[in-house]
C-alpha cells in the first residue's frame, strides 16, 4: 500500500479575485502584480514543499495555475493535467455580485444556497466527477509513495475535498495561495484519507 502526501493550493490573485467576479473555465486570465509579489514572498516556505523523498507538481492548464506553479515553485514544465481546470459558470462567467442584482437566476441559485446547477453551465456533479478525475490522474502509480503538489482553483479544490470526505464543498473555501494537505494510502481498493490539514502560508490550521 503506498502512501502519498497530497499538497492542494489555489493560484494566485487575478483581475476578477479583486473585483468578486465568477472566474471559471472560460476566461483565462494572468495574475496580477499584487499577486506574483505575494507568491514571491511565500516562494522559501513553498520551497519546503520539494524536499524529502519523490515530489512532483500536477496543474490547471489555465495561465493562473501555470503561472503560480513557475513563481511559486521556479517549475516551468509542470504536468499539466485538463481535469483540474476551473468550473465553468455558465451566464455568471465574468460577473459579480452588481452585474447579476436582479437576476432571477441568479436569485434562484442563491435561494438554494448554491447548490444548484449554473444557468448555461457545467453542473454541479460533473464537476465534481471531473474534477476527481484529474485528482486520481495527479496521484498516478498507486504503487509509489510521493509527495504529489497539485497547483488548481478554489473551485476544484472544493469539489476534490468534498468528494474525498463526504463533506459539504463549502467547508473548503480557500483563498489566492490556501489549501490543503492531505495524507493518503492507495490501494486496489481505492484512496483512503488519512487526515488533513488547512494549508496557509506563514501558519497551520
Known sequence: MAKKQVVLIRHGQIPGNVEKRYIGCRTDESLTEHGIEEIR???AEAGKLLSGGVVRICCSPMKRAVETVYYLFDEKAPTILTDLREMDFGNFEGKNYEDLSGDKDYQSWINSGGTKDFPGGEKRDAFIHRSMQGFRAALG???????????????????????LTGKDTYDFMVGNLEG?????????????????????????A
Request: glycine share 8%; proline share 0%.
Open 141 to 163: 502509480d498507486i504503487e509509489i509513495s510521493e509527495r504529489v503538489i497539485i497547483l488548481c482553483h478554489g473551485g476544484t479544490i472544493m469539489a476534490i475535498m468534498s468528494a
Open 180 to 204: 490543503y494537505i492531505l495524507d493518503l494510502e492507495m490501494n486496489d481498493e481505492g484512496i483512503h484519507v488519512i487526515s488533513y490539514n488547512r494549508l496557509v502560508f506563514g501558519r497551520s
Open 41 to 43: 514572498a511565500r516562494r
